[in-house]
């Protein structure tokens, strides 16, 4: 039903910045929790950043100040702002999206199997 497709991924020196996207079909950004997520190859996958339907965000200790997340309701499209980016940020990054009736757990960085999730896009960090 609900389909999720990132896009903006590319390779960037250290202290650049990108704007990954998350195109949303099926429902409206604005009735769902949302989240980034990313993972390396070896490491588990982790949560980034989420915001809540009514727009609350959290971050991980590890970008928070340097990601932003946010959307646009009237492109359906949810983003993150990534700045001053770092080697370790190097990962390939997933759209989630909780459904709408469950309680929002992914504001905490918590991965569920009912979550809705993107094919993930690449974004490469060199040094």
């Known amino acids: 039903q609900v389909h999720l497709v990132e896009s903006g991924g590319a390779s960037v020196q250290a202290g650049g910045s990108l704007r990954l996207s998350c195109a949303v079909s099926?429902?409206?950004?604005?009735?769902?929790?949302m989240g980034w997520f990313r993972q390396v190859p070896g490491k588990k996958r982790e949560g980034v950043a989420a915001?809540?339907?009514?727009?609350?965000?959290n971050y991980a200790d590890s970008v928070r100040g340097r990601f932003t997340i946010s959307r646009d309701k009237d492109k359906n499209t949810l983003y993150l702002q990534m700045d001053i980016l770092e080697v370790d940020d190097t990962a390939r990054y997933y759209c989630a999206a909780e459904l709408s009736w469950l309680p929002c757990t992914i504001i905490y960085g918590v991965e569920y199997d009912s979550y809705y999730w993107g094919q993930g896009t690449q974004v490469n960090v060199s040094s």
């Open positions: 099926g429902d409206t950004v604005s009735n769902m929790c």
């Open positions: 915001i809540t339907r009514d727009g609350g965000t």
